[in-house]
């Protein structure tokens, strides 16, 4: 499989292993990795929970968009935020050099990943619950997704071998 010079990006909910999947995947493959959760902090100086808990769930999906639409690079891996499908500005242009992979996982799989999640930096509502996030977001994923990874029962390294096998030849 090659990529040529286009990027891999990678969407799904919090605890997917968009990053974990993705660092792997970028090693396989011999390509970068980018974070951009980490990325968002570093612009803003400021953990995602902080920007979360002092302005809100939009600024950080604010913030999120702007750090997206910046990014001008090929041959990555991209892992994204959970958020990052609620930008239609976003994701155009993620796709337009990229592929872009949902790492498909269960409610229940989320929740026995990421524990108690209002320590994650999590963008929802104040009133929304995980499961009504999980829905609103699952729709999201796969209408942006060029390739859907069911992660259930698999491994990181199975997971890993799963994304390559699904990329275009």
């Given at each position: 499989?090659?990529?040529?010079?286009?990027?891999?990006?990678?969407?799904?909910?919090?605890?997917?292993?968009?990053?974990?999947?993705?660092?792997?995947?970028?090693?396989?493959?011999?390509?970068?990795?980018?974070?951009?959760?980490?990325?968002?902090?570093?612009?803003?100086?400021?953990?995602?929970?902080?920007?979360?808990?002092?302005?809100?769930?939009?600024?950080?999906?604010?913030?999120?968009?702007?750090?997206?639409?910046?990014?001008?690079?090929?041959?990555?891996?991209?892992?994204?935020g959970g958020s990052a499908v609620y930008s239609e500005a976003a994701m155009t242009h993620l796709r337009?050099?990229?592929?872009?992979?949902?790492?498909?996982?269960?409610?229940?799989?989320?929740?026995?990943?990421?524990?108690?999640?209002?320590?994650?930096?999590?963008?929802?509502?104040?009133?929304?619950?995980?499961?009504?996030?999980?829905?609103?977001?699952?729709?999201?994923?796969?209408?942006?997704?060029?390739?859907?990874?069911?992660?259930?029962?698999?491994?990181?390294?199975?997971?890993?071998?799963?994304?390559?096998?699904?990329?275009?030849?």
């Amino acid at each position: 499989m090659t990529t040529g010079r286009r990027n891999l990006v990678f969407i799904g909910m919090p605890g997917s292993g968009k990053s974990t999947v993705g660092v792997l995947v970028a090693k396989r493959l011999g390509l970068g990795f980018i974070d951009t959760d980490l990325l968002i902090q570093e612009q803003a100086g400021r953990t995602l929970q902080e920007i979360v808990d002092q302005d809100g769930y939009l600024a950080l999906r604010r913030i999120e968009e702007q750090v997206l639409l910046a990014l001008e690079v090929e041959g990555q891996v991209i892992s994204t935020g959970g958020s990052a499908v609620y930008s239609e500005a976003a994701m155009t242009h993620l796709r337009q050099k990229g592929t872009v992979v949902f790492l498909d996982i269960s409610l229940d799989e989320v929740r026995r990943r990421i524990g108690n999640y209002s320590l994650r930096g999590i963008s929802r509502r104040p009133d929304q619950s995980l499961e009504a996030l999980f829905e609103e977001r699952f729709a999201l994923y796969t209408r942006y997704a060029d390739l859907t990874i069911k992660g259930h029962g698999l491994n990181l390294e199975q997971a890993c071998q799963a994304v390559i096998d699904g990329l275009p030849q």
